[in-house]
């Protein structure tokens, strides 16, 4: 069964720093864009940050940028976010996703084809 698993979730205080890894199973990640979305109680769901099939290219939002970053290690069929400098606001369930598109199309427009079942982050002291 095609799936993408989310792991590295957890509860972290203020300022601290968690890395999420999203794998892959039953399909090849390398040919994908994948991003990497969160959504909180009561919010829109919100793009983080996608990177290309390549990793050349990469999308932050506004939110996180500077404080998060996005990898990938196709020979591991895995992608990161490294996530520092962590904020309360960014308490969340995040997902990541792979599609067959761009990464402004993934991150701004959702256009994925496959979808983990999510990992919560939970940023408090």
């Known amino acids: 069964q095609l799936q993408l698993v989310e792991s590295g979730g957890g509860l972290v205080q203020p300022g601290g720093s968690l890395r999420l890894s999203c794998a892959a199973s039953?399909?090849?990640?390398?040919?994908?864009?994948v991003g990497w979305f969160r959504q909180a109680p009561g919010k829109e769901r919100e793009g983080v940050s996608c990177?290309?099939?390549?990793?050349?290219?990469?999308h932050y939002s506004d939110s996180v940028k500077g404080r998060f970053t996005i990898s990938r290690d196709n020979a591991k069929n895995t992608v990161y976010l490294q996530m520092n400098s962590l904020k309360p606001e960014d308490t969340a369930v995040y997902y990541c996703a792979a599609g067959l598109t761009t990464v402004q199309a993934m991150c701004v427009l959702h256009d994925s084809n496959y979808w983990g079942q999510g990992t919560q982050v939970t940023v408090s002291s």
């Open positions: 990177i290309s099939s390549s990793g050349r290219n990469t």
């Open positions: 039953e399909f090849t990640l390398e040919y994908y864009a």
